[in-house]
């Protein structure tokens, strides 16, 4: 069974911090997925990563997928209080078309 | 464009009644996803359809559950009989069956209250 780890599981931050967030697995993905989610909607898809070692910039935010394709981060420069909000990590299993979550990072940004 | 559309976004029932939430999926999409959405376990992949055929149901929890997808425009998640623990956010998503495009597009979803 493909599992995705996600930490941590809870972040509370003042604007303006930077912030990291993990996804781990010991699974090898096709390609993976940042989702942000906030509340009463469903995830809205941020970037996709599909080649070992890629790096993506969406502005302030830096995805990075790890050279085994195992893992994945995401980095959030100078945070406001508009990312507060539950980001998820998703991965495409190799091969087929199922696409697992893990169990979300909640992001609070103080103003 | 349309994005997924479910209904009802909001149900309320009581536990024994037959429940069911509909989704249609963005047109040309030919994977369908459906997602349970609970704080104690997070997004669980319930079931998938590509081109309309069941491909893997294994997350349905119970016999209670049942999806369907008679065309490429419509699906259904159907419990019967509910029961209180079946309360959750249930989400609908899409996606192109593409390796290179694996992205899924979700619903707004439907939050389910059995009492």
């Known amino acids: 069974t493909q599992l995705l780890e996600q930490s941590p599981q809870f972040l509370s931050i003042q604007e303006g911090e930077n912030l990291t967030v993990y996804c781990n697995s010991s699974?090898?993905?096709?390609?993976l997925q940042w989702y942000r989610q906030e509340p009463g909607e469903g995830p809205v898809l941020l970037v996709t990563?599909?080649?070992?070692?890629e790096v993506k910039k969406l502005k302030r935010l830096t995805f990075q997928f790890g050279d085994a394709r195992k893992d994945s981060s995401l980095h959030i420069t100078a945070a406001q209080p508009g990312d507060t909000g539950l980001y998820l990590c998703a991965g495409r299993n190799t091969g087929g078309f199922k696409t697992i979550f893990g169990a979300g990072t909640r992001l609070f940004v103080k103003a | 464009d349309a994005g997924v559309i479910q209904s009802p976004r909001h149900e309320v029932t009581e536990m024994g009644q037959e429940v069911t939430l509909r989704c249609k999926p963005i047109?040309?999409?030919?994977?369908l996803f459906w997602y349970r959405q609970t704080m104690m376990r997070g997004l669980e992949l319930l079931i998938y359809?590509?081109?309309?055929?069941?491909?893997?149901d294994s997350g349905m929890p119970e016999d209670r559950f049942s999806a369907k997808m008679p065309n490429a425009s419509f699906s259904t998640l159907k419990i019967q009989p509910s029961e209180p623990r079946d309360s959750a956010v249930y989400f609908c998503?899409?996606?192109?069956?593409?390796?290179?495009?694996?992205?899924?597009?979700f619903g707004q979803g439907t939050r389910l209250t059995v009492v």
């Open positions: 047109s040309g999409h030919n994977s």
């Open positions: 359809f590509n081109n309309n055929v069941p491909i893997d």
């Open positions: 699974s090898v993905f096709s390609s």
């Open positions: 998503a899409s996606s192109f069956a593409d390796r290179r495009v694996p992205e899924a597009f």
């Open positions: 990563v599909v080649t070992g070692g």
